[in-house]
């Protein structure tokens, strides 16, 4: 059931995303070849935990980490471990939740492990401008269907 929000319950929900996006970059700032998925995990709750939040995943459904790690070709929510390695050329998905009285934030981002194939770094191009694509269609008088128009047309016209 959707329940209108309030402004004031928009700025908590702002905050909250705006720390998402703050712990993101702290991963960006580490993520490279030779790291473990388990030690961004561990960057990750210790840096949402020194802003008064909480892992919004860590606990939720038994799920046992902080942040959702998937490499190359793996479906979402991976689990990340000491002995997954990341290695040169990977891509690594990274989806980070923060909880703070009672409000969630919840975002992922793709991150490129070092040096990428070519064909990959247009990939994740293409996908990321599609994204933006989309967004500009999220406006009030629109459908649900526009903003699914809009990728696809996107991403058919780059092949």
Known sequence: MFSEKTNEEIELLRGRNLLVGKTLGEIAKIVRPGISTLDLDSVAEEFIRSHGAVPGFLGYGGFPNTLCIS?????????????????????????????????????????????????????????????????????????????????QNYCEAHG
């Open 71 to 151: 490499v190359n070709d793996e479906v979402v929510h991976g689990i990340p471990s000491a002995n997954r390695i990341l290695q040169e050329g990977d891509i690594v998905s990274v989806d980070c939740g923060v909880l703070k009285n009672g409000y969630y934030g919840d975002s992922a981002y793709t991150f490129e492990v070092g040096q990428v194939k070519p064909e990959v770094h247009e990939l994740l191009k293409v996908t990321k401008e599609a994204l933006y694509k989309g967004i500009e269609q999220a406006v009030v008088g629109r459908r649900v269907g526009d903003i699914g128009s809009a990728v």
